[in-house]
Protein backbone atom coordinates (compact mmCIF):
# COMPACT_ATOMS: atom_id res chain seq x y z
CA UNK A 1 0.00 0.00 0.00
CA UNK A 2 1.28 3.30 -0.93
CA UNK A 3 1.63 6.35 1.54
CA UNK A 4 -1.24 8.22 -0.27
CA UNK A 5 -3.02 5.33 -0.38
CA UNK A 6 -3.05 4.95 3.75
CA UNK A 7 -3.77 8.38 4.10
CA UNK A 8 -6.77 8.16 1.80
CA UNK A 9 -8.25 5.19 3.79
CA UNK A 10 -7.92 6.56 7.14
CA UNK A 11 -9.20 9.75 6.54
CA UNK A 12 -12.21 7.74 4.83
CA UNK A 13 -12.45 5.79 8.75
CA UNK A 14 -10.66 2.60 7.46
CA UNK A 15 -8.57 0.35 9.55
CA UNK A 16 -6.04 -0.73 6.89
CA UNK A 17 -3.60 -3.47 7.36
CA UNK A 18 0.25 -2.93 5.53
CA UNK A 19 3.88 -4.19 5.81
CA UNK A 20 6.10 -1.35 6.21
CA UNK A 21 9.63 -1.40 5.14
CA UNK A 22 12.69 -0.25 7.16
CA UNK A 23 14.61 -1.27 10.38
CA UNK A 24 14.33 1.64 12.18
CA UNK A 25 10.95 0.30 14.68
CA UNK A 26 12.84 -2.61 15.10
CA UNK A 27 12.89 -4.52 17.67
CA UNK A 28 8.99 -3.44 18.31
CA UNK A 29 8.38 -3.75 13.88
CA UNK A 30 10.39 -5.45 11.50
CA UNK A 31 10.64 -5.27 8.15
CA UNK A 32 7.41 -6.02 6.35
CA UNK A 33 5.67 -7.47 9.26
CA UNK A 34 1.72 -6.85 8.73
CA UNK A 35 0.48 -4.00 11.16
CA UNK A 36 -3.04 -3.01 11.49
CA UNK A 37 -3.78 0.85 11.76
CA UNK A 38 -6.74 2.54 13.00
CA UNK A 39 -7.90 6.04 12.09
CA UNK A 40 -7.13 8.52 14.89
CA UNK A 41 -10.25 9.57 15.70
CA UNK A 42 -11.02 11.11 19.05
CA UNK A 43 -7.69 9.11 20.69
CA UNK A 44 -5.84 11.26 22.83
CA UNK A 45 -2.00 10.61 21.60
CA UNK A 46 0.54 10.04 24.30
CA UNK A 47 4.58 8.89 24.61
CA UNK A 48 4.49 5.46 23.41
CA UNK A 49 1.62 5.42 20.87
CA UNK A 50 2.66 3.90 17.24
CA UNK A 51 1.09 6.54 14.80
CA UNK A 52 1.08 6.80 11.06
CA UNK A 53 2.16 10.01 10.08
CA UNK A 54 3.82 12.61 8.23
CA UNK A 55 6.99 14.72 9.34
CA UNK A 56 8.60 16.78 6.71
CA UNK A 57 7.58 15.36 4.21
CA UNK A 58 8.54 12.25 4.94
CA UNK A 59 5.53 9.47 6.23
CA UNK A 60 6.21 7.44 9.28
CA UNK A 61 5.29 4.67 11.15
CA UNK A 62 6.76 5.68 14.42
CA UNK A 63 7.02 6.38 18.22
CA UNK A 64 5.08 9.15 19.96
CA UNK A 65 8.28 10.14 21.70
CA UNK A 66 6.76 13.19 23.89
CA UNK A 67 3.75 15.19 23.65
CA UNK A 68 3.49 19.28 24.40
CA UNK A 69 0.00 20.88 24.23
CA UNK A 70 -1.53 19.93 20.93
CA UNK A 71 1.97 19.07 19.56
CA UNK A 72 3.97 15.36 19.27
CA UNK A 73 7.64 14.89 18.87
CA UNK A 74 7.83 11.57 16.29
CA UNK A 75 10.60 9.36 17.00
CA UNK A 76 12.18 5.33 15.63
CA UNK A 77 12.52 3.20 17.59
CA UNK A 78 16.63 3.44 18.01
CA UNK A 79 16.54 7.25 19.62
CA UNK A 80 16.47 9.15 16.22
CA UNK A 81 13.98 12.08 16.66
CA UNK A 82 12.34 13.23 13.14
CA UNK A 83 10.51 16.02 14.42
CA UNK A 84 7.68 17.94 15.82
CA UNK A 85 4.17 17.85 14.62
CA UNK A 86 0.69 19.00 16.00
CA UNK A 87 -2.06 16.09 15.85
CA UNK A 88 -2.94 17.12 12.14
CA UNK A 89 0.23 15.44 11.07
CA UNK A 90 -1.25 11.91 12.42
CA UNK A 91 -3.37 9.81 10.58
CA UNK A 92 -3.96 6.98 12.15
CA UNK A 93 -2.82 4.56 15.36
CA UNK A 94 -0.87 1.39 15.13
CA UNK A 95 -3.32 -0.87 17.47
CA UNK A 96 -1.55 -4.52 16.32
CA UNK A 97 1.54 -5.61 14.91
CA UNK A 98 1.25 -9.62 13.69
CA UNK A 99 3.49 -12.15 15.28
Request: net charge positive.
Amino acid sequence: MRNHEIVAALGDGKTIKYRPTGNSMQPKIESRQLVTVEPLGDHVLKKGDIVFCKVKSHFYLHLVSAVQGDRVQISNNKGHVNGWITRNGVYGRCIEIAP
